[in-house]
């Protein structure tokens, strides 16, 4: 028989237990609309690596999710916050080929060094993103119609730039190398000789940087009186993703290590999501997505919040569309087929919602990287293009009726 000594350490042990049960619960049933896409994440990666007994979560297979995600992903960051002010933008899939093109065809006619085409194409794409928000801004003509207008546009300058050979073939090897190299590695003795060292430095970097960024977050907020999670459901949170982190960053030191498009795709979120939680800009553009008119009447200039997102979709649709054609080392005629709807896709199973206002450009990774797991996972287990349409709306149309489904329980 247990002694009343034991009996108590058992009851308090329990008693911790259920609190630290509620804790979790109450955490997550407060968070689900930022936890909810991790969850799917979560689950899609499982199944496909149960079953394709473990081929689906290998370094070489990951290493390659990554690399396909970039260019959805930086549309997808930008499509973010198109959507954050109630606008939708249509246009940045062909618009992400043609500059493709126009890169393509400014290294191989023009010889243009690949250090002025980057910068061309970029200027390009964020004067094409101002025409599309002098048209929404200044025009008021509603956003659907004016890109949907530049979607047809683009489309036929693609066709235009390529009817002559239909495929133009990138040959610059440092231009290719975005869409296709890796960083280099660090020499340190024969320690850790399989691995690529500078990966795991940088992983271990940003797991520190992470840390100390959450702690300060949680001291100021403790020190304004602002709501925070509990202390064991914070630290829970801050090994959850120390692990989920080092673990990705060993399994792609353990092939080739990051490649030079992740590392871009790592660059813009980070400004982006710094931008947009951290400076006055961010700001406004979330008060705009809340209420235009209260916005308005508060000083807030619309007109040129909406100017400079669509000049920021049209940048980053040049930086997909330089992304996706170093990849490809060509441009082709179907180039940035459907790229607009699969960062649509992105940006809304990352958690922005369709009445706007809300939404995290980090969301719009975990959505791109949701989007290409379900479709290299589909493809390696042989599943027909026709069904992966079908899965990909299905897991859309989830995430809408998510998204409405927590915005009416708040009321």
């Not at 939680?277 to 209420?291: F, P, S």
């Not at 990774?365 to 797991?373: F, M, R, Y």
């Amino acid at each position: 028989m247990l002694s009343s000594q034991n009996l108590q350490k058992v009851w308090q042990s329990d008693n911790r237990l259920i609190v630290f049960l509620r804790n979790v619960q109450k955490t997550v049933q407060g968070n689900i609309r930022e936890y909810g896409m991790f969850i799917a994440l979560f689950v899609i990666m499982a199944y496909f690596s149960i079953e394709t007994d473990g081929l689906f979560i290998s370094s070489r297979n990951l290493s390659n999710l990554f690399n396909q995600t970039g260019y959805i992903a930086v549309l997808g960051v930008g499509m973010t916050l198109v959507i954050v002010i109630r606008h939708i933008d249509l246009s940045v899939g062909f618009l992400s080929g043609f500059l493709g093109a126009i890169a393509a065809i400014a290294l191989r006619d023009w010889d243009l060094p690949v250090y002025l085409v980057i910068p061309l194409v970029l200027a390009l794409g964020s004067l094409a993103g101002l025409f599309s928000g002098f048209l929404v801004a200044q025009m008021k003509i509603p956003a659907f119609v004016a890109t949907l207008a530049g979607f047809l546009a683009y489309r036929g300058g693609i066709l235009l730039l390529t009817e002559s050979t239909g495929t133009i073939i990138i040959s610059d090897d440092v231009y290719n190398a975005i869409g296709n190299g890796y960083i280099p590695d660090i020499s340190m003795g024969g320690f850790l000789p399989e691995m690529h060292k500078l990966t795991l430095l940088i992983g271990l970097i940003g797991i520190i940087f992470y840390f100390i960024g959450q702690i300060n977050d949680r001291r100021k907020k403790l020190a304004y009186n602002f709501e925070v999670v509990s202390l064991d459901m914070f630290i829970l949170r801050l090994v959850f993703v120390a692990a989920l982190v080092g673990w990705v960053f060993w399994q792609l030191a353990a092939f080739n290590g990051l490649s030079w498009t992740v590392v871009i795709v790592m660059a813009v979120v980070l400004i982006y999501d710094f931008v947009s939680n951290r400076t006055v800009l961010g700001r406004h553009i979330y008060a705009v997505g809340g209420n235009p008119e209260a916005a308005e009447l508060s000083g807030i200039n619309v007109k040129r919040i909406t100017y400079i997102v669509f000049a920021s979709m049209g940048m980053l649709s040049g930086l997909s569309g330089i992304l996706f054609s170093s990849r490809l080392q060509s441009a082709t005629t179907t180039a940035g087929t459907l790229f607009e709807l699969d960062a649509i896709a992105a940006a809304y199973i990352g958690g922005v919602s369709a009445a706007g206002g809300i939404g995290k450009v980090t969301g719009a990774l975990v959505g791109a990287l949701v989007i290409i797991s379900l479709t290299s996972g589909m493809n390696l287990m042989g599943i027909g293009i026709a069904s992966q349409y079908v899965v990909r709306g299905a897991v859309l149309a989830a995430a809408v009726i998510f998204d409405v489904a927590t915005r009416n329980r708040r009321g």
